[in-house]
């Protein structure tokens, strides 16, 4: 008893150690470094089978999102008379916790809560100057929320030759920055859906129509405005010939 003890503990002393103390890969910035805490990714996932058709996942990760070397390029680029971007040398690494605990049923049925904190998110910033230009570049925003919640079912069959996916999801961003010594906020609910059909109508030919749509989404100080799209695509495989058709139909709005 005291052996299998004293193994549970040097597991559970091995994944700590690693989950929250291994040093980064790559460069190090001592002036931006947070600590030996600081690591790429690292992420520990639990699940456990009330039944054979009933799952229950949790999982927690942290990860550390360093800028681009476009983002640090400290140039700029003029698109127009209005229009000016450019690149911000002082920009931190960006430090997020991240959340999920989910329900799987027969494998077919899964829904999702999830919920993200972020500090320093790296997001496109605009300030006016004067002419009206626009001066676009990348900043640190003091802290970036997101929960929500994700439904998806697969492979529902209403008839033989027709099989259904379906998605949803509820997201709530909440960004928060300081402009000019004044607090700044954009928080937005975003509802996403999703729907694919595929059609088996012989073994030759085939079909898929799907549409999807985004709404309104707060995206750091800016908003981006909803995204309907759907296609059409009808295919054939192969047959004895190697003759292989595609149609590709596609509407945006």
Not at 35 to 54: C, M, P, W
């Amino acid at each position: 008893v005291l052996i299998s003890f004293l193994l549970l503990f040097l597991s559970f002393f091995f994944v700590c150690f690693f989950f929250f103390f291994q040093a980064e890969d790559g460069i190090r910035d001592f002036c931006l470094s947070r600590g030996l805490g600081d690591v790429y990714k690292r992420q520990i996932a639990l699940q456990y089978g009330l039944t054979s058709e009933h799952l229950f996942q949790l999982s927690y990760g942290r990860r550390i999102t360093r800028p681009n070397y476009g983002d640090l390029n400290p140039f700029t680029y003029i698109f127009d008379d209005y229009t000016h971007e450019g690149g911000n040398t002082k920009l931190h690494p960006s430090f997020s916790d991240n959340i999920e605990l989910g329900y799987v049923y027969r494998d077919w049925f899964q829904t999702v809560l999830f919920f993200s904190h972020t500090d320093d998110a790296i997001m496109k910033s605009y300030r006016e100057q004067e002419g009206r230009r626009i001066y676009v570049m990348p900043q640190n925003l003091s802290s970036y929320v997101q929960t929500g919640m994700r439904v998806h079912a697969a492979n529902l069959s209403p008839v033989s030759f027709w099989k259904v996916n379906l998605t949803a999801i509820g997201i709530y961003n909440n960004y928060g920055w300081t402009e000019q010594g004044q607090k700044m906020k954009t928080r937005m609910f975003t509802p996403i859906f999703g729907c694919m059909n595929q059609f088996a109508f012989t073994s030759v030919w085939s079909a898929e129509l799907s549409a999807n749509y985004n709404g309104r989404m707060a995206y750091g100080q800016a908003t981006v405005h909803p995204a309907p799209v759907s296609y059409t695509h009808l295919r054939a495989h192969e047959t004895g010939r190697n003759l292989v058709c595609r149609l590709l139909l596609e509407k945006k709005k």
